[in-house]
């Protein structure tokens, strides 16, 4: 799998965003997607993952009622709803996917990656 994220961008705190990742290459329709995210000078970080089906999901408590993920298998992609941004969202965000349709949080679960697009919050 081929992993393209989309969607970065400079906005203001409270603003919002939707970051898309698009899938190609092997079958996408079981695998489970997670969006991560890496501040300067700090490690990755969970954000956001769903399942195989879309029809579980799960949040880190930092974005929890702020962010929302979702897929359509059928567009192979996978999105990031952001809401009510604040500057410590400021980050690269990667998506990722794993070829176990179940959900996880630990970055080392995931076999691909994308290469990351830039959030920036100002205050």
């Known amino acids: 799998v081929q992993l393209q994220a989309s969607g970065g961008g400079f906005v203001q705190a409270g603003g919002s965003l939707r970051l898309s990742c698009a899938a190609s290459g092997r079958t996408f329709y079981t695998d489970a997607m997670g969006w991560f995210r890496q501040a300067p000078g700090k490690e990755r970080e969970f954000v956001s993952a769903?399942?195989?089906?879309?029809?579980?999901?799960a949040y880190a408590d930092a974005v929890k009622g702020r962010f929302t993920i979702s897929r359509d298998s059928g567009k192979m992609s996978a999105y990031l709803q952001m809401n009510s941004l604040k500057p410590e969202d400021t980050a690269v965000y990667y998506c990722?996917?794993?070829?176990?349709?179940?959900?996880?949080?630990?970055?080392?679960?995931?076999?691909?990656w994308g290469q990351g697009t830039q959030i920036t919050v100002s205050s």
């Open positions: 769903i399942n195989w089906s879309g029809g579980r999901t």
């Open positions: 990722a996917a794993r070829r176990v349709g179940t959900m996880a949080v630990m970055s080392h679960e995931y076999d691909y």
